[in-house]
């Protein structure tokens, strides 16, 4: 028996080995690995047949611990993670694959560590709301994927017969808007429509999210119908002005919306699943989730590597790069959520996730002052729109090092990082016996990071991103509904 063994189910010690040719298994080892959310050092015994973890020892086995030919590495000093799951995630294929398909998306995942993504309902043609749908996103996935790929159903008004056969087809969970998506394809629910939802998942396995963001009732024509693709509040300045786009979208926005999903939840005669918040921005609308949690609802929120690392302030005129829907906010706000992230005691905000949602670089607008500007294709005069652009942020791949360069000034550690991207991500989306963790039984998802290194981001000769770095993610090429 190897020494220091710390759990060896389906796997013996090197003495016990008589093999001719080279066992099926992989080991990784390191000084440093994430093992059950510690800090530790670690060799990992995976199997190649069935690619489960199958062993995991608390120190550094050599090489000659194992037969002849065994495939082996030692990281050492780089860090072993579980590779990060994504759980909020726009791949756009079938229907707008030039924005992103599966093959650059999933490349992207994979070069950051991220070993899962789970892709939302919405921005591929058809959306997932529908069986159909789903069936097209998968068979448009097929041979595609450079990781493993969940999928999300969508809750629109009128589809809340197609959920439950959504839910045994396999999906993760689902999403609803309070507002506009920006697709006319998946259209803003209104309270009828929750309803509804929330009767016909109520005894699934499943969770609901919600984009809460909702316009609060500030005139006379309000009631459901304030839900239903009304734009946003009126522009009061410059379109080309970040300040004017942020005034567009409130904190009110979001506390509105958020309370909204806490009452129809709490008024509900059968108790609705688990309910999620997706990328929430307006720490105005924390008290809300913990009070909600505190009475009982089972209620989350994510929140996202933008938000994190980008303010307001720093937004200049017409960089919509920076568009995202709820907008990115002052630095205070910035600070209360990585408050809030790091709070001992059950903070709202579990997981940190990217809301990959890519265009085409056109749709953005830029000026061309600014790197990734396509010149005027396609702008007809509108360029530096904060409100005509495409709004979405792409970092799926750079998340983990996005992170890492924010965090360690605010005294993140690497466990704090696998618990918001990997173990509190995975259970979000039912996953947990499977993946978000490094141990045996587990799937063998493991990325290496190199905490010191560092890269620049660029579009061409662009230097103005800068991050700290993520080496590898294991490349997986099965997609699994
Ligand atoms: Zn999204």
Known sequence: MAPHSLQEEGFVGHSNFSFSTPPPITVLASSRAVVSGRLTEA???ISTNTGKITSIFHSVLPREDFPPGTSYTDYSPKILIPGLVDAHVHLNEPGRTEWEGFWTGTQAAAFGGVTTVVDMPLNAIPPTTTLSGLKEKVAAAQGQCWVDVGFYGGIIPGNDAELKGLVRAGVRGFKGFLIDSGVEEFPAVSSTDIRKAFAALAHEPTVVMFHAEMIPPIAASVGDDVQHSLPPLAPS???????????????????????????????AAVPPPPLHIVHLSAVDALPLVRAARARGLRLTAETCFHYLSLAAEAVADGDTRHKCCPPIRERANQDALWEELLRPDDPAVKTVVSDHSPCTPNLKLLPSRYPGSTGREGCDGDEGDFFAAWGGISSVGLGLSILWTEGRSRGVTIEDVVKWCCKNTAKQVGLEHQKGDIGVGFDGDIAVFDDVA????????????????????????????
């Open 237 to 267: 300045g410059p379109l080309s002005r970040y300040q004017t786009f942020l005034d567009s979208r409130p904190p009110s926005f979001e506390t509105y919306a958020i309370a909204e999903i806490i009452a129809l939840a709490e008024e």
């Open 454 to 481: 560092e890269f620049i981001v660029s579009s061409s000769s662009d230097t103005d991103f800068c991050a700290r770095l993520t080496v590898a993610g294991r490349a997986k090429y099965n997609a699994v509904p």
């Open 43 to 45: 060799t990992i015994v």
